[in-house]
C-alpha cells in the first residue's frame, strides 16, 4: 500500500481541531456591522382569523427599528414560498398548492405561523417589543389528525382544498388485482397505525443572517441550511424575484440537518427582504420552541396495510391505504415523501408479486410535515417489518425464516440485471441472505430462544425483534424524479481546481452539516491523484465559490456529490497525462500515473503532478494547441438511486411491573456498497440508529384537538439521551453499487430506517406471553403498563 | 439600568457592565465574542452552553452574568494549549462528533467527570453526560472519547 492509498482508510477527521476547540463557525457566531435582531410573533392558535395587528406600542419602544406585519407584506405581492414536488391526483386534477406567506394576514392555520416581525438593536429589545404587539384573533376550531381532516364536517384548512386533501396517489398492480390476491391467501396479517410525529432536532437551531449592502446592490444570506444554491434559487425566483446573481447564499458550519434544514423556510425570504428595507444586517436565531413550531416534522402516517400468505408462508400480496399528514402548508419536499419515498419501497426485500398502495396527502392545522432522516423509507420499513413480525408470531412461524424464506435470490446488477419491482424501482445490486445470517451469529440467535425461555420463567421478559430493510437514496436520477413530480434535477456538481503549485481545490455542491465531507472527499481527491490529504482543501456551503449544488439529503452526497469529484479528477489527470507527455517526449498511451506521477511505461522517466500544475499555469514551454490551466468541472447525474440494505436486531427487557423497556443490545448489519471512510461510516450508522430508536421508545410530538403542541421544549419531548442507548454492535456486508464509479451506496439514513421496527418488534415479542399484538409508539412505561395491566 | 461586573474568564480579568436579566451565556457569546459555547435549548436540558464556573461545570444559560462577579468562568476556548487537550483529543481519535455543535459541552461536562471521577466505568460515563444532549452520534463514540481521555490522563498523571 502507498501512502497516498486513502479510500477504505479511517484518517481522523479534517473538520475536528475547530470543533473540538470552539472555534466552529456557525451562523449565529457570525456579527456584521451594524446588524441588528428579528423576533417573529407567532399565532398562539391552530387556527384563528386575524381581526387586526397592532405595531404602536411595539414601534414607540426603545431599541425597535421596525416592524413588518402580514399586511405589509401582502402589498408587496409576494405570494410565500413553493412545495418543490408537483403531486397531482389520481384523476389528473393538480395538486392543491394553497400560498406559504411569508406573514400571514388573513389566517394563521398552525400555532406558530409567523404574524410580524419585530426587528430592533438587540435580541432582548426585539423580544420584549414582540410580546407588546397586539394582535386580535378570532379562534376557528382546528383539525390535526390526517385520517379526521378529509371527513366531510371537518374545519378546512384552505377554503379551496376540500376535505383538505392536496392529493391522492396510487401505485403498483391494480387494486382489482391486489384484492384478489389478498382474497385468495391463506393467512392475512393486518396492522393498523400510526407512524408519529417527530420533530428532527438538530441541536443547532435555525438561523439567518440577511444583508442587503448598497454598496454593489447585492444581497448576502447566511443560514443554516443543507443546499444553500437551492435556497437561493427558490428565494430569488420563487419567492422574492430577486435576480440570483445579485444574491449570495452561505451555509457556514451547520449543527446537523437531518432533513429538516434543506427547505427554505419563511425566515430567510424574510431577513433578505426586510434587510433592503431598512438597509442593515437582520440576524434571526430560532429558540428551541420556535424549532419545535416552525422546523418542518417528520413521519405522521395513519396507515392501514394488510400482507397476505399462502399456506407455505410465502408473501403474495401487499395492499396499503395511507393518510399522510402534510401540516398547514406543503413543505419543498412535503408531497414527495409519503408517495415516492414511501409507496417505492414497500416491495422491500421480498419477492411479493401484487403490490397497490393508495396514498392521501392531508392538509391539517398543524406544523408543515417534510423529510426527516430517512423519510418515507422509515416508514415503508416500519410497515413491512413489524407486518413480517406479525405475521410470523400469527402462523407461528420464525421470523427470521420467513424473512430467508421470502428473500429476493442475489443480484449484481453487473452479470445479472437489477430487480424491478411491483412499485416503480429497479434495485441495483442485492446480496440479502447474509446481512441476517451475520446478524443471527452475532446476536446469537439459537441460544437467544432458550434464555428468552428461562427468563420468563422468573419473570424476566426478554424480546427479540428484528427488521431487514431496503432504502433507495443517493437521490435521484434526474429523468426519473422529473417525472415522479420533481420540480428540479438532482444531480450534483463539483469542480477540481488544481493550483500552479500542484495544491488541489475541491468546490463540491454537497454541504457537510457533520457528515465529514472535507475528511471524506479529501481521501477520494488524494487517493485518485496520489497526493497527501493535506494538499487538498474542500470548499462547501457558499453560492459564491461553488458554481452551483443540489445539496445534502437523502443519503446522496457521496454517490452524487462524491462522483461528480471523480469526474473532474479524471479530466484533470486527462488533461494532465497530455502535458506530461509533452514535457516527457512521450506518447500519451505510454504514460502510466500512479503515486502522483507520470511515468514513461518500463522506463524511470517521469514527471510529479506539482510539475505538471506548474507547467499548465506557466506554459511557456507547453504543448501546441492546448489551453493553459488546470482546473475542471463537472455535473454528474446518476443512472439510478443506490439501494442500501441490512438487517438490525433488537433485544429488549420489559420491566412489567413499571412497564420501561430496557433496549438492551442493538445488532446492525447494514450493506452501504463501498466505503471510503469506516470510521465515519460507523458513525453515520450509530446515530441513525439512535434516531430510529428515538421514535421507537421516546419520541412524539404531540397535538392536543385544539392544535397546541404541548410538548415543544426539551422539558416535554424526550430526546434519547447517553443513558437511555447501549454500545451498538454493528457489521458490514459490501455489496458495491454497479453505476457509480465509487460504487458506494449512502449511509447517512441506514440507521434511522431499520432500526424502529427493530426495537418495536422486541416489545412485540417480550409481550407476547400477554397476549399483545400492538402497540402505538413511542413504547413509552405508561403505554407499555396499560397494555399489560390494562 | 445596567450593572458593573468583575470576572475572571478564562484567566483575563473583564470589567463589563451587563443587564440584570442578561444570561451568562450572552455575555460570553455576544459581548466577548466567545462563540464556542452554544444555545441548543431554552430550558437547560441540553448542555451545550456547558462552561465551568470556579471549576465546576454549570450551564451558562441557567446562569445570570451578575451572579459571576468575582469569580472565575472558563469556556471551550480555554482548553487547549499548544496542543489538543487529551479530551478534545479523545473526541477527535474516536470520532466522538459530528456537527460539532453539541461538542464544547460535552467536553465541559467531561472534564468536570473526570476531575471527580478519573476512571469512570460506562455507566458512570452514561449518567455523567445524561444532561447533554447529542442528536448525531448515538453516543457510542462519545463514551470512546471518555474512555480515552480518562486512560490517557491517568497515564500523564502516572508520568508525573
Known amino acids: 500500500m502507498s501512502n497516498t492509498n486513502y479510500i477504505g482508510q479511517s484518517p481522523k477527521r479534517v473538520e475536528d481541531k475547530r470543533f473540538t476547540t470552539g472555534n466552529g463557525r456557525y451562523t449565529d457566531d457570525i456579527v456584521l456591522p451594524n446588524m441588528t435582531f428579528a423576533h417573529f410573533v407567532r399565532s398562539p392558535h391552530a387556527h384563528a382569523k386575524i381581526v387586526s395587528v397592532d405595531t404602536s406600542e411595539a414601534l414607540a419602544m426603545k431599541g425597535v427599528v421596525a416592524i413588518f406585519t402580514g399586511q405589509d407584506m401582502k402589498k408587496t405581492g409576494i405570494v410565500g414560498v413553493p412545495a418543490g414536488w408537483q403531486v397531482d391526483f389520481i384523476n389528473g386534477d393538480r395538486m392543491k398548492e394553497p400560498p406559504h406567506a411569508l406573514l400571514v394576514w388573513d389566517k394563521a392555520r398552525h400555532v406558530g405561523d409567523g404574524v410580524a416581525m419585530v426587528i430592533a438593536e438587540s435580541r432582548a429589545a426585539a423580544r420584549d417589543a414582540a410580546e407588546a404587539v397586539v394582535v386580535e384573533y378570532d379562534v376557528l376550531p382546528a383539525v390535526v389528525n390526517a385520517a379526521k381532516a378529509v371527513h366531510d364536517n371537518a374545519p378546512l384548512v384552505h377554503d379551496d382544498a376540500p376535505n383538505n386533501k392536496a392529493f391522492d396517489w396510487t401505485l403498483g398492480n391494480p387494486i382489482g388485482e391486489v384484492d384478489a390476491a389478498i382474497a385468495a391467501c391463506a393467512h392475512v396479517t ?114 392501514k396495510a394488510e400482507m397476505g400468505f399462502d399456506k407455505d408462508g410465502n408473501v403474495k400480496a401487499l395492499r396499503v391505504n395511507t393518510f399522510a399528514n ?176 500542484g495544491k488541489v481545490s475541491v468546490y463540491s455542491g454537497s454541504h457537510s452539516h457533520g457528515q465529514g465531507h ?120 446518476p443512472a439510478n438511486f443506490t439501494y442500501p440494505f441490512g ?84 457489521d458490514r456486508t459490501v455489496t458495491p453499487c454497479p453505476h457509480n464509479p465509487l460504487g458506494v451506496k449512502g449511509a447517512g439514513e441506514a440507521g434511522c430506517i431499520g432500526s424502529t421496527p427493530a426495537v418495536v418488534n422486541a416489545v412485540m415479542d417480550a409481550l407476547h406471553p400477554f397476549g399483545i399484538k400492538d402497540l402505538v409508539m413511542p413504547m413509552t412505561p405508561e403505554r407499555v403498563w396499560r397494555a399489560i395491566h390494562g | 439600568m445596567k450593572i458593573p461586573i468583575k470576572v475572571l474568564i478564562n484567566n483575563k480579568e473583564v470589567k463589563t457592565m451587563v443587564e440584570p436579566r442578561q444570561l451568562l451565556v450572552f455575555l460570553l457569546r455576544d459581548q466577548l ?32 452574568a451578575v451572579q459571576v462577579d468575582g469569580r472565575s468562568v472558563h469556556t471551550i476556548e480555554s482548553m487547549a494549549g499548544s496542543a489538543l487537550h487529551p479530551i478534545q483529543e479523545g473526541f477527535k481519535e474516536e470520532h466522538g462528533l459530528q456537527c460539532g455543535f453539541c461538542t464544547p459541552g460535552m467536553i465541559m461536562t467531561t472534564a468536570n467527570l473526570l476531575r471527580t471521577c478519573p476512571n469512570p466505568s460506562e455507566h458512570q460515563i452514561r449518567e455523567a453526560l445524561e444532561g447533554n444532549i447529542c442528536r448525531c452520534t448515538g453516543y457510542h463514540n462519545i463514551i470512546k472519547a471518555v474512555q480515552y481521555a480518562a486512560d490517557k490522563l491517568q497515564k500523564e498523571v502516572k508520568h508525573v
Request: net charge negative.
Open chain 1, 190 to 303: 393486518t396492522l393498523e397505525f400510526t407512524n408519529q410525529r417527530l420533530s428532527p432536532n438538530a441541536m443547532e437551531p435555525r438561523c439567518a443572517i440577511g444583508n442587503y449592502d448598497q454598496y454593489n446592490e447585492k444581497y448576502t444570506l447566511y443560514t443554516t441550511s443543507q443546499n444553500p444554491h437551492l435556497t437561493r434559487l427558490l428565494m430569488c425566483a420563487f419567492v422574492l424575484g430577486i435576480p440570483e446573481h445579485k444574491v449570495r447564499v452561505v451555509a457556514p458550519d451547520v449543527g446537523g440537518g437531518f432533513g429538516s434544514k434543506i427547505f427554505h423556510y419563511i425566515e430567510e425570504a424574510m431577513v433578505i427582504w426586510a434587510s433592503k428595507q431598512i438597509n442593515r444586517p437582520i440576524k434571526w436565531t430560532s429558540t428551541r420552541t420556535e424549532a419545535f413550531l416552525t422546523d418542518a416534522h417528520g413521519r405522521d402516517h395513519v396507515t
Open chain 1, 326 to 501: 402534510l401540516g398547514a402548508y406543503l413543505s419543498t419536499f412535503g408531497p414527495a415523501v409519503p408517495t415516492y419515498l414511501h409507496g417505492t419501497l414497500l416491495q422491500g426485500l421480498y419477492t411479493t408479486p401484487k403490490i397497490n398502495v393508495k396514498v392521501t396527502g392531508v392538509f391539517t392545522h398543524t406544523t408543515a410535515v417534510d423529510a426527516y432522516r430517512g423519510a418515507g423509507r422509515p416508514e415503508a420499513t416500519y410497515l413491512l417489518e413489524r407486518l413480517m413480525d406479525k405475521a410470523a408470531l400469527e402462523m407461528n412461524r420464525d421470523p427470521a425464516a420467513l424473512r430467508f424464506q421470502n428473500f429476493i435470490p442475489p443480484f449484481d446488477g453487473v452479470t445479472q440485471p437489477g430487480y424491478v419491482t411491483q412499485v416503480a424501482l429497479q434495485y441495483d445490486s442485492g446480496n440479502y441472505g447474509p446481512v441476517l445470517e451475520r446478524g443471527l451469529e452475532m446476536v446469537g440467535y439459537e441460544n437467544f430462544r432458550a434464555e428468552q425461555a428461562a427468563a420468563r420463567k422468573k419473570g424476566k421478559y426478554l424480546g427479540i425483534g428484528f427488521s431487514t430493510y431496503i432504502e433507495a437514496c443517493g437521490i435521484a436520477p434526474s429523468a426519473v424524479v422529473g417525472a415522479l413530480g420533481a420540480r428540479a434535477g438532482l444531480y450534483e456538481s463539483a469542480q477540481v481546481r488544481v493550483q500552479p503549485t
Open chain 1, 518 to 637: 472535507e475528511t471524506t472527499f479529501a481521501q477520494v481527491v488524494a487517493d485518485k491523484l496520489g497526493i497527501p490529504m493535506s494538499d487538498i482543501e474542500i470548499v462547501h456551503g457558499d453560492s459564491e465559490a461553488v458554481a452551483f449544488g443540489m445539496g445534502t439529503y437523502g443519503s446522496r452526497s457521496l454517490a452524487v456529490g462524491g462522483s461528480a469529484i471523480v469526474k473532474s479528477i479524471e479530466k484533470v489527470l486527462e488533461k494532465g497525462a497530455k502535458i506530461a507527455a509533452f514535457k516527457l517526449e512521450a506518447a500519451v498511451e505510454d504514460l502510466e500515473y500512479a503515486n502522483g506521477k507520470w511515468t514513461v511505461k518500463g522506463t524511470n522517466k517521469s514527471i510529479g503532478f506539482g510539475d505538471v500544475a506548474l507547467t499548465a499555469y506557466v506554459p511557456h514551454h507547453y504543448p501546441a494547441g492546448l489551453e493553459p490551466g488546470l482546473d475542471f468541472s463537472s455535473f454528474y447525474d
Open chain 1, 647 to 730: 438487517c438490525h436486531i433488537a433485544i429488549v427487557e420489559v420491566d412489567i411491573e413499571t412497564g420501561k423497556v430496557k433496549l438492551n443490545r442493538f445488532i446492525a448489519v447494514d450493506d452501504v456498497g463501498n466505503v471510503i471512510n469506516p470510521m465515519i461510516v460507523d458513525g453515520q450508522i450509530h446515530g441513525g440508529l439512535a434516531q430510529g430508536i428515538g421514535q421507537a421508545m421516546f419520541e412524539e410530538v404531540l397535538y392536543d384537538d385544539d392544535g397546541q403542541l404541548v410538548n415543544a421544549s426539551y422539558m416535554d419531548y424526550t430526546m434519547p439521551r447517553a443513558d437511555d442507548l447501549p454500545m451498538f454492535e454493528t
Open chain 2, 33 to 64: 465574542r466567545l462563540t464556542g459555547t452554544h444555545i441548543g435549548c431554552d430550558t437547560s436540558s441540553c448542555g451545550a452552553c456547558t462552561v465551568h464556573l470556579d471549576g465546576n461545570a454549570v450551564k451558562s444559560c441557567t446562569v445570570l
